[in-house]
């Protein structure tokens, strides 16, 4: 078994297995290489050959316990046929959402837009160096999907006021989203992928119908991917209760964000937890960063725990910084 396997199946918490967030990204100067010859991003995503490259890169080079694949939650409105763009130096810009033509989304075609992506999954999957590795495939939940296809930019570029105002298109997309999502979970499953992980990056936004709008929808993709025999991990980040997550939705295992206290969530969450040092860390000292590693690892050492950040790598970090935190985790 590998070692996250047998973390999330068998609650050994004798190893401590390690990715990161973002692992295949512009802080690794391979990375930004193939980048700058390829300005078109969902271009570069759908090319196998360079998407399979960028997912090997961090294993390559730091040996860790999987490979991400190299994708983008946003692949799935661009499935559906909702335009997406990424600009340099300013992040996600989406078309305009026409809710007709999407509830014509036709699954064959859903299924060949995105086939690249799991032609990507099947040759990493069978790639030497995935020899007890897992092969992490990846989804966003409705929740956050349906925030990119409505504002069509990053929230942090702002959020439409009336935003939450229309129950209607939202129930009807997140409907939708879902439907979609539990065939792109399918589709990367058979490709090769040995875990999901589920992103719902905006969970922390939504105050009101928590229930309806995150918890509900992100159980059924759980239950979904149970049923296909994988395990699969979730990452509300920010939401405002990750106990009151876990008991309604029950995944394997639960990625925390960096505003959670370690203490206090062993104390409330049974199941394994992967996460939770902030990324910002990596910006500092070698120092600083294995005192507050440490403190992880001291923290989780009689829970089963996967180590990684609490948000994605930070394309400043350095790779120095990066071998520091692997050496320190691979120590203990
Ligand atoms: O290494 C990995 O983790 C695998 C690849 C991966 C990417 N995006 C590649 C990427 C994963 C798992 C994602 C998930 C993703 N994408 C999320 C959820 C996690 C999170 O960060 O909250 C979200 C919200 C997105 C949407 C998205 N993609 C945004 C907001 C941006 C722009 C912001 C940014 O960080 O630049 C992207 C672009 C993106 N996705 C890049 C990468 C490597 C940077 C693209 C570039 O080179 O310019």
């Given amino acids: 078994m ?18 990161l967030m973002r692992q295949a990204g512009r802080y690794l100067p391979e990375f930004r290489e193939i980048r700058s010859q390829n300005q078109d991003f969902v271009k570069l995503c759908l090319d196998e050959n360079l998407s399979s490259k960028i997912t090997l890169q961090p294993i390559d080079r730091f040996k860790f316990d999987a490979a ?6 946003l692949m799935l409105p661009y499935g559906l046929g909702q335009e997406v763009k990424f600009e340099k130096n300013f992040g996600p810009k989406l078309g305009d959402l026409n809710l007709d033509s999407l509830l014509k989304t036709n699954e064959d075609d859903f299924n060949n837009k995105l086939n690249p992506i799991y032609k990507l999954i099947y040759k990493v999957s069978k790639d030497p160096n995935l020899k007890n590795r897992d092969l992490i495939g990846f989804v966003g939940a409705p ?24 129950k209607i298109l939202i129930k009807k997309l997140l409907i939708l989203i879902e439907k979609f999502l539990k065939i792109h979970i399918e589709n990367q499953v058979k490709a090769g992928a ?17 229930e309806e709008y995150i918890y509900d929808p992100t159980l059924n993709l759980v239950n979904h991917t149970k049923k296909l025999g994988v395990p699969v991990i979730c990452f509300p980040r920010e ?12 995944p394997d295992a639960i990625n925390i964000d960096y505003s959670i206290d370690p203490e206090k969530i062993i104390k409330e969450i049974k199941i394994p937890v992967q996460g939770g040092l902030d990324p ?12 507050e590693v440490k403190r992880y690892l001291d923290i989780f050492k009689d829970h089963p725990y996967i180590f990684n950040l609490g948000h994605g790598i930070l394309p400043e970090t350095k790779i120095e910084m990066v071998e520091e935190l ?6 203990f």
């Fill in 143 to 166: 929740w956050t999907i349906l925030v990119y296809m409505i504002n069509k930019l990053s929230p942090k570029k702002g959020l439409n006021e009336n935003f939450f105002k229309d």
């Fill in 280 to 291: 910002k860390i990596l910006l500092n000292d070698k120092q600083t960063l294995k005192k």
């Fill in 239 to 250: 939401i405002n209760n990750y106990k009151n997550f876990c008991d309604f939705v029950n």
């Fill in 326 to 331: 692997v050496k320190t985790v691979r120590e």
């Fill in 2 to 19: 590998t070692p996250i396997q047998e973390c999330i199946k068998n609650k050994n918490t004798k190893i401590i297995p390690i990715w």
């Fill in 68 to 73: 991400i694949i190299f994708s983008d939650i």
């Fill in 194 to 210: 040995t875990i999901i992980q589920i992103f719902d990056s905006w969970a922390g936004l939504l105050k009101d119908n928590i």
